[in-house]
Nanobody, 114 residues
Framework: QVQLVESGGGLVQPGGSLRLSCAAS????????MTWYRQAPGKERELVAS????????HYVETVKGRFTISRDNAKNTVYLQLNSLKPEDTAVYYC???????WGQGTQVTVSS
């Protein structure tokens, strides 16, 4: 059974940082590209970042470039998203997604507010 379990969200002040984690199981993680999406209230879900199976290539949406970093540890079957210099507009539910198995996690809430 494919499972993706996100953690690490929370309430943070503008300019703060968070590190999101997504623990994967039930599929060959090391062969799967991984992505992070987010969905803000009233908005469509958007792709935030992606990483290839070996971690050699990453991609970011323009609005987070230079602030967010996606990484992975294939030995731990985990993908991470480091969020720095957070802004109120980053407030959303963040989801981990494995395109190869069309599976989504339950999401973790990130709220940026003073």
């Amino acid at each position: 059974q494919v499972q993706l379990v996100e953690s690490g969200g929370g309430l943070v002040q503008p300019g703060g940082s968070l590190r999101l984690s997504c623990a994967a199981s039930g599929f060959t993680f090391s062969l799967s590209a991984m992505t992070w999406y987010r969905q803000a209230p009233g908005k469509e879900r958007e792709l935030v970042a992606s990483i290839t199976s070996a971690g050699g290539m990453t991609h970011y949406v323009e609005t987070v470039k230079g602030r967010f970093t996606i990484s992975r540890d294939n030995a731990k079957n985990t993908v991470y998203l480091q969020l720095n210099s957070l802004k109120p507009e980053d407030t959303a539910v963040y989801y981990c997604h494995a395109p190869s198995v069309a599976s989504w996690g339950q999401g973790t809430q990130v709220t940026v507010s003073s």
